[in-house]
């Protein structure tokens, strides 16, 4: 059974930066498209990002321009760069399968990240 564990989550103050980190189990990451979904708590998932098997990446209209996904194959790894943090981002944070909003969003999560952004 395919894991994936998220970390790399914790309190920050707006405009700050933090990277997330995922880590994937099993053998088959690189053939997957990757994609970082978050969920405010008591409110629906949203996606924010996604990365297809060549590198490709893709940006919701909330955080292009302040955040960078990436993935490293040979460590099963998955990254979210975010920079200039907003209140706004505050969520819970999950790794998934799929590119696009509607594949990621189906897909089964882990256990997420939590993510708080306060001054």
């Known amino acids: 059974e395919v894991q994936q564990v998220e970390s790399g989550g914790e309190l920050v103050q707006p405009g700050e930066s933090l990277r997330l980190s995922c880590v994937v189990s099993?053998?088959?990451?690189?053939?997957?498209?990757m994609s970082w979904v978050r969920q405010v708590p008591g409110l629906g998932l949203e996606w924010v990002s996604g990365i297809d098997r060549s590198g490709r990446t893709y940006y919701g209209d909330p955080v292009k321009g302040r955040f960078t996904i990436s993935r490293d194959n040979a460590k099963n790894m998955l990254y979210l760069q975010m920079n200039s943090l907003k209140t706004e981002d505050t969520a819970i944070y999950y790794c998934?399968?799929?590119?696009?909003?509607?594949?990621?969003?189906?897909?089964?999560r882990g256990r997420g990240t939590l993510v708080t952004v306060s001054s």
């Open positions: 099993g053998d088959t990451f690189s053939l997957n498209d």
């Open positions: 998934t399968f799929g590119r696009t909003p509607a594949a990621a969003l189906q897909s089964p």
